[in-house]
């Protein structure tokens, strides 16, 4: 089941100060940038940039992403790793709030997230 309308203003204003903080520079936006999308009931966070050869074409490169587990009110988080797949964060493969997933991203004690 989606996001409510307020769980997914929640979000958004979490993404907000977190993109204050990890957003490239505005005048280089143009040729990387991050962004999130929120999918059912996960955040998926990455960078994007364009691709050289094919104007108006882009690429992104998945960074981490966040599914809420409502039954237990936890959010699972996720890292990609080379295989491109999806892989649980095992240093803390949950957390209790969406803040707390943006800390542990924003962070990346491991090396995880932004290599």
């Known amino acids: 089941m989606p996001f409510s309308e307020a769980e997914k ?3 958004e204003s979490a993404m907000e100060v977190f993109f204050e903080r990890r957003r490239p520079r505005e ?25 050289r050869d094919k104007p108006g074409k882009i690429r992104e490169e998945m960074i981490a992403k966040a599914t809420y587990v409502k ?23 949950e957390v209790k709030t969406f803040p707390d997933f943006l ?8 090396h995880c997230f932004w290599g």
């Open 9 to 11: 203003t929640n979000i």
């Open 27 to 51: 005048e280089v936006r143009d040729k990387l940038d991050l962004a999130y999308r929120i999918e059912d009931q996960s955040v998926v966070i990455y960078l994007i940039w364009p691709i």
């Open 71 to 93: 039954s237990r009110m936890k959010w699972k988080v996720y890292w990609m790793r080379a295989d491109m797949k999806w892989h649980l964060y095992s240093p803390e493969p």
């Open 103 to 110: 800390i542990l991203v924003d962070e990346d004690a491991n």
